[in-house]
């Protein structure tokens, strides 16, 4: 098995938004540090599960690390690779 190219970036959430519509899922909104200042945020649904399976949701001020991983045929080369 080829292990995917990845980089992961440590991140803030930094507010947990509730559904407009009863249906829709609450959202962490999570601030990726070192990212574009206009660019930084991102929003997940707020649905983890724990080691045992059970179902958490990030609280607000959580400090959390965002993985970005690739399949190996669709990256290219680069002049520096990022370091984890």
Excluded at 10 to 20: H, N
Excluded at 28 to 40: K, N, S, T
């Amino acid at each position: 098995m080829t292990k995917k190219p990845k980089t992961t970036k440590p991140g803030v959430v930094q507010k947990i938004i509730e559904p407009r519509v009863p249906h829709e899922p609450e959202m962490a909104e999570i601030a990726i540090e070192g990212a574009d200042h206009l660019y930084r945020e991102i929003r997940i649904e707020n649905a983890l599960e724990d080691d045992k399976g059970k179902p958490v949701k990030l609280k607000p001020g959580a400090h959390v690390d965002v993985t970005v991983e690739a399949d190996p045929k669709e990256t290219a080369p680069g002049v520096s690779a990022a370091k984890d």
